[in-house]
């Protein structure tokens, strides 16, 4: 599958079936995207992830469109990826919530999904 095309496929199921959330950087940037929200199963537990931490699941698609949270500089990490170091926030249900962690998942080199743990 290419990337675009996966890219297009995240979209269709976030559309379908996912929930918004908006990612804050600081002071104020925001991107309102849709995402897939789910808790963690107790054998996905850890010291690191805790029964109130939810895995959030995002298209890169607004991020691409709002240029969130700027414009990428080659040779460095890659951005777009929200980051606990940076203070990074993602509201759900009206409540915003500290990224602990966060993986960029690429295809042929393209960002096609975020993978989020927030708390």
């Known amino acids: 599958m290419t990337p675009s095309a996966t890219?297009?496929?995240?979209?269709?199921?976030l559309a379908a079936g996912g929930?918004?959330?908006?990612?804050?950087?600081?002071?104020?940037?925001d991107v309102v995207c849709p995402a897939?929200?789910?808790?963690y199963q107790p054998q996905e537990l850890t010291s690191n992830i805790t029964?109130?931490?939810s895995k959030v699941i995002l298209s890169p698609t607004q991020i691409n469109a709002a240029i969130w949270p700027g414009t990428q500089v080659p040779g460095q990490e890659d951005i777009r990826i929200p980051s606990k170091n940076r203070g990074d926030l993602c509201q759900i249900n009206g409540k915003f919530r500290t990224i602990q962690a966060s993986v960029g998942i690429y295809v042929q080199d393209v960002l096609v999904r975020i993978e989020l743990q927030v708390r």
């Open 7 to 13: 890219i297009k496929s995240l979209d269709g199921a």
């Open 19 to 29: 929930q918004t959330v908006t990612l804050r950087k600081l002071p104020t940037t």
């Open 36 to 39: 897939a929200v789910r808790g």
């Open 51 to 53: 029964q109130q931490d």
